[in-house]
């Protein structure tokens, strides 16, 4: 195993240094808590949105905190939640007193510790609200979860709900909205090789070279199908035909697009799904509105990737077009 470390008992921290140092015109770190929150929190008059999971999924999800998206990011060691007790202290310093909107992927730590926190605040007379996303159709349940993954397709919950908070909707509103992206998102991944957590020291599977997984998590889990390696286009192919018919996608329907790396992916391969993305939408009369390509939810640095659509309304085109001032979100 080969990682540019120093210790790998501070990886979580260090990065988190590395992080705020990186980028202070948009975020602060708390470290005693493992977090990362807006420079300007709490934000007057605003809900707050907060986020968060195990580390090795940069750059979620401390690079989506910011103007326009959220307001802070908990990170757990790598895969691994964060604690109720430090999601509940992020919870306190961003609260202005408008709310608390929680976006979760369902994975059972990261909804357990998420809801434990919620309660705490609501305890002591925070307003708090949450969304579970589950946008994975590769699975039902998994060694992580009870019901669907919440995968790729979060990035698409964040920057929604962050700019109607933005826009100063309030904590039912944000709500809502947040609920109809969760409900028209599906995604799914694949890899071609397995990850290392730093910690561990060795891979999390094992494939043979002419081998690769379909139907991935993000913690580093092997797919639901292991298969001999294909083509760029047949491995979109294998994943549209599980992804469309889902909600389903079907002729007429307007669509937002994420072709995201599990960290160890080129741009240029990444690319080369992308296109066959468009052109199997094309085929189905499936208008794309806009795309995004590149890594925003990851496998630390595992090879390999994920197809996300997003079904719009005029509403949530609105939001994906308003503006965020991240360190990861594409200022185009």
Not at 121 to 138: P, Q, T
Not at 266 to 286: A, C, F, N, S, Y
């Amino acid at each position: 195993m080969k990682k540019i470390l120093n210790n790998p008992e501070n990886v979580v921290r260090e990065m988190l240094i590395g992080f705020s140092s990186a980028y202070p015109q948009y975020i602060r770190m708390v470290l005693e808590h493992q977090a990362i929150i807006r420079k300007d929190s709490p934000v007057k008059n605003k809900v707050a949105l907060i986020s968060g999971g195990g580390s090795g999924h940069e750059p979620s999800h401390s690079g989506f905190v910011g103007y326009g998206m959220l307001d802070g990011a908990c990170a757990g060691a790598v895969f691994t939640s964060p604690t109720a007790d430090d999601i509940a202290a992020v919870m306190r310093l961003i609260d202005s007193g408008q709310g608390i909107f929680q976006i979760i992927k369902n994975y059972s730590g990261d909804v357990m510790n998420f809801e434990m926190a919620a309660e705490i605040l609501r305890d002591e007379g925070h307003k708090v609200e949450a969304v579970l996303v589950n946008d994975d159709v590769a699975v039902e349940d998994s060694l992580y979860t009870s019901g669907r993954r919440g995968v790729a397709g979060t990035i698409f919950v964040h920057k929604i709900a962050g700019a109607a908070a933005q826009a100063g909707l309030n904590l039912g509103q944000i709500k809502d909205i947040a609920e109809k992206v969760k409900d028209n998102v599906r995604s799914m991944g694949f890899a071609l090789t397995p990850c290392t957590v730093p910690q561990v020291g060795r891979p999390t599977f094992s494939l043979d070279e002419l081998e690769m997984e379909i139907g991935i998590g993000i913690h580093g889990e092997p797919g639901t199908q292991r298969r001999k390696l294909m083509t760029s286009d047949l491995i979109v192919d294998t994943l549209l035909e599980q992804i469309l018919p889902d909600l389903p996608f079907q002729g007429g329907d307007e669509v937002a697009v994420l072709v995201n790396g599990m960290g160890g992916t080129p741009l240029m391969e990444l690319m080369i799904l992308h296109k066959r993305v468009t052109e199997i939408l094309k085929q189905e009369k499936i208008t794309l509105y806009k795309s995004w390509v590149g890594n925003f939810m990851t496998s630390l640095e595992m090879a390999g990737g994920s197809v996300t659509l997003l079904k719009l309304n005029e509403e949530m085109k609105g939001y994906l077009d308003s503006p965020a001032r991240t360190p990861s979100w594409p200022t185009y």
